[in-house]
């Protein structure tokens, strides 16, 4: 189906076992970790439970990719599709991890990069994710796309963003895919 899609400074390439220590690494470095789920375990942890995942990949229930730099190759963070509601033609999106060695634009390019690969190549007619309510510039990142704030709790605001509102916004934004 797909084993990369690139932009035009970062790249998304599917998830292997061997990326275990550099994604144990993000998840425990405190300055990344602050808005997402705790991890237990070490990197032989990990790495199970990507071999666990790479079958929920073959079955196209969920995808998680490694982002990296096209200049160096470089992993730099990680980003997950899941919790496809086939009903409503939706998907989450999450487990958005950047470093410190990110390029100037690797968020906007790496959210562009979900967008088309969700929205174009598997078809699906909206996103629907959360954010941590004091995650504020992630918030502040989804609302600039459009997204749509639907409902909130204690923790968390709940958003969708549907398709055609992303093919509108990304026709201002192109020039960050090639």
Wanted: glycine residues 4%; neutral net charge.
């Amino acid at each position: 189906m797909f084993e990369k899609i690139e932009a035009k400074t970062v790249g998304l390439r599917l998830v292997q076992p061997s990326d275990a220590e550099f994604i144990y690494n993000l998840r425990v470095n405190d300055n990344l970790n602050k808005y997402l789920s705790s991890v237990s375990g070490g990197v032989e942890s990990q790495r199970q439970w990507i071999e666990k995942y790479k079958e929920k990949e073959k079955d196209k229930e969920e995808f998680y990719f490694i982002i990296y730099r096209k200049d160096t190759q470089e992993s730099i963070g990680t980003v997950r599709l899941y919790d496809f509601i086939k009903d409503e033609n939706s998907f989450c999106w999450g487990s958005w991890i950047l470093n410190e060695n990110k390029t100037r634009f690797s968020a906007l390019e790496s959210a562009l990069l979900v967008y088309e690969l969700a929205f174009k190549k598997l078809d699906f007619k909206q996103s629907h994710f959360d954010v941590r309510k004091n995650n504020i510039k992630v918030i502040g990142f989804h609302e600039k796309f459009g997204a749509l704030k639907i409902n909130e709790d204690e923790l968390d605001y709940f958003f969708i963003y549907k398709k055609s509102d992303y093919l509108e916004y990304s026709k201002n934004l192109i020039r960050f895919l090639n």
